[in-house]
């Protein structure tokens, strides 16, 4: 990007960026199915020809929205993880405490996951694949922290884990009175048990 002589001004996104992160903040807060094509081209202030360019089919589009979303929480779960390298439990309380407060921020409409799969039933649409492969991957890291803390049964745990920080994200804020932490933090003292294997 050219800058003005004299000026430092911040990068521009090209129009590939601009089009996935203005069709992602409108999937997110209308549903990919109330969202068309042109409203998406409009709002990004681009030709619709250059939305094609870049996504062959608004499914391509969709697909795109939630791998960024993806991608965005994995990095901050792993952001979490390099902090609490060798001590599971503090791990998963941590996890815990970042999901927790992404449900209570402002503005917070559910799981972009959740509610793909709740939008598109066909399970070979792109977009659904993504959705299951990362509550797979979700279930996959509990049992990780769930070995580490010699839990018998981690994948039992996994899934129950999984199943709860689920409904924390389906529910939003409505159903936790003390706040999505304490209901998940707590929750999770409740499947760890006491005593566990040597």
Request: aromatic share 6%; glycine share 4%.
């Given at each position: 990007m050219m800058k003005k002589r004299g000026q430092a001004s911040e990068p521009v996104p090209d129009t590939r960026e601009r089009i996935l992160?203005?069709?992602?903040?409108?999937?997110?807060?209308e549903g990919t199915r109330a969202v068309?094509?042109?409203?998406?081209?409009?709002?990004a202030g681009v030709a619709k020809t250059s939305l094609y360019r870049h996504f062959g089919t608004k499914d391509d589009l969709i697909e795109a929205f939630l791998l960024l979303e993806d991608k965005d929480f994995w990095q901050h779960w792993d952001a979490v993880a390099a902090q609490h390298k060798g001590a599971p439990r503090e791990e998963l309380d941590a996890q815990l405490q970042w999901i927790g407060e992404r449900i209570a921020r402002p503005g917070y409409r559910g799981c972009p996951q959740i509610n793909?799969?709740?939008?598109y039933a066909d399970d070979s649409?792109?977009?659904?694949?993504?959705?299951?492969?990362?509550k797979r991957e979700l279930r996959h890291r509990l049992a990780e922290l769930a070995r580490a803390m010699r839990i018998d049964e981690p994948q039992t745990f996994a899934l129950r884990m999984g199943t709860i920080i689920d409904g924390a994200l389906s529910s939003g804020r409505a159903l936790h009175g003390e706040g999505p932490v304490v209901f998940l933090q707590a929750l999770a003292k409740l499947l760890i048990p006491k005593k566990t294997k040597k």
């Open positions: 992160r203005t069709a992602s903040e409108l999937f997110y807060q068309g094509v042109d409203l998406i081209v409009a709002r793909i799969a709740a939008e649409h792109p977009a659904r694949k993504v959705a299951v492969a990362h």
